[in-house]
């Protein structure tokens, strides 16, 4: 038999079972426009319902996005064993299970960036707006996807974290509370009154508008003797933000240089003193 005409024969009944199977595929197309139906429906009924919850915007998506994707792999299951009588639900399922497994292992850091991205969307600990620190990268949070965090540095340049990143290591989120405690060094010279520069340190700080002295109070301890001064640590609290921390340390630190120069105290320069053993000889100048 030559092979065209094995061709032609093949080609035929292809097309007899193909004309066979116009039943099965017309139905099979009512049930995907019966499946597109119930997919737009179910979203539209999710979304609303999830509009009156607390969810983060971007989890209601995914949950949208969710069940959306669940009713297509139904409705295309059900399509499948119409047009193709001896395909079972186990033997798709069986092969949905070995193809997830394949993909799981081509896409993990993708599935564990997603699964990051729900968790943080679900602890709601982070939030729009909060200024965070996770492994040298320092900024506001912008916007917080399932899959990435958009952080924008002090310096103005947008970095794109993936999630996993920010949830398995640690996070420090500096605007969580609306207040933060700020530290300075002061040192006086060693022939002052400790108490009186204490005091003299004390006032010119809560003369600060930026130092929150309702909520905690302001500490100042003489911490150390340096080399030439005495040190004493000085600690108040102030906003949360970066703004705000610089503001009111700029604000205290000059407001306590001039008050210890009101009073006289001394803020010594580094110096040393030098002792020798044997006298030293001075020239005169000649003539």
């Known amino acids: 038999m030559e092979p065209v005409t094995i061709l032609f024969q093949q080609l035929r009944e292809i097309a007899r079972a193909g004309i066979e199977l116009l039943p099965q595929i017309a139905v099979a197309i009512v049930v995907l426009l019966l499946t597109w139906a119930v997919a737009a429906g179910v979203k539209a009924v999710i979304g609303r319902t999830l509009k009156r919850s607390k969810l983060r915007p971007s989890l209601k998506e995914l949950f949208v996005l969710f069940s959306s994707i669940f009713v297509w792999v139904m409705g295309l299951m059900i399509a499948a064993v119409i047009v193709f009588p001896n395909l079972t639900p186990s033997s798709i399922l069986a092969g949905l299970g ?23 969307l679900s602890r709601r600990k982070m939030r729009i707006g909060d200024h965070v620190e996770c492994e040298g990268i320092e900024g506001e949070v ?15 340049q947008l970095v794109i974290v993936p999630n996993a990143l920010l949830f398995k290591n640690p996070l420090t989120i500096r605007t969580d509370q609306d207040i933060r405690r700020v530290t300075v060094i ?14 003299v340190i004390h006032e010119a700080v809560a003369g600060c508008d930026t130092v929150r002295q309702s909520d905690k109070p ?13 040190d004493f640590e000085v600690t108040w609290w102030t906003g949360s933000t970066p703004l705000d921390v610089r503001r009111s340390r700029d604000q205290v630190v000059a407001g306590v ?13 580094p110096y040393r003193t030098l002792t020798f053993k044997e006298p030293l000889p001075i020239a005169q100048p000649e003539g």
């Open 98 to 120: 070995i193809g997830s497994v394949a993909i799981g292992f081509a896409f993990k850091d993708v599935f564990e960036n997603f699964l990051a991205g729900i968790l943080i």
């Open 142 to 156: 912008k916007k917080i996807a399932i899959r990435e965090t958009h952080i924008l540095q002090t310096d103005g």
């Open 186 to 199: 002061c040192g006086v010279a060693y022939g002052e009154d400790v108490d009186a520069a204490r005091d």
């Open 218 to 230: 302001i500490q100042i301890f003489a911490q150390e003797f340096n080399s030439s001064s005495i």
């Open 257 to 269: 240089k001039r008050a210890l120069d009101d009073a006289g105290i001394e803020i010594p320069f």
